[in-house]
């Protein structure tokens, strides 16, 4: 096997447990990785400490964004090392694109269901369709720049 394949093997392995660890965490460290990430950008953006009423404000408004954000990104950069395998296994053809959907569409199930057996977690379908959607983007950016990379190496 060559050495770039296998390192975008250990990168996919890489990011699946990332994905996983994520995961892995109880309802209430979730939720507070959340909070803390609304909290930091939120006192970046405005230099300055908060008050607790404006971080229960700010976590109330932008939580649900900020989640299905990192679900969105997290499998976003799985479908662009995942595509990045196939298209050197199957080339840049709509056989590996697929396969990149369905690599990434099973692994986000596969997430959803390992959330039934953590403590306060739950499986949504809308998650899987958040997942599968970040995944889709970034194949189809890929797919798409290396097709017209190709026609104008062509010309």
Known sequence: MKIKNCINIALIIIWLFVIFSF?????????????????????TIKREELTENEKKLLIDKYLVTVRKSAHFFLYFILGILSFLLAKRICGNTPVAFIYTIIFCFI??????????FINGRTARFFDICVDTCGATLSTTILFTVNKIKNRFKKV
């Open 23 to 43: 995961s892995a965490q109880d309802s209430k460290k979730s939720r507070n990785t959340s909070d803390q990430v609304i909290i930091k950008t939120a006192e």
């Open 107 to 116: 692994y986000a199930c596969s997430d959803e269901i390992h959330q039934l």
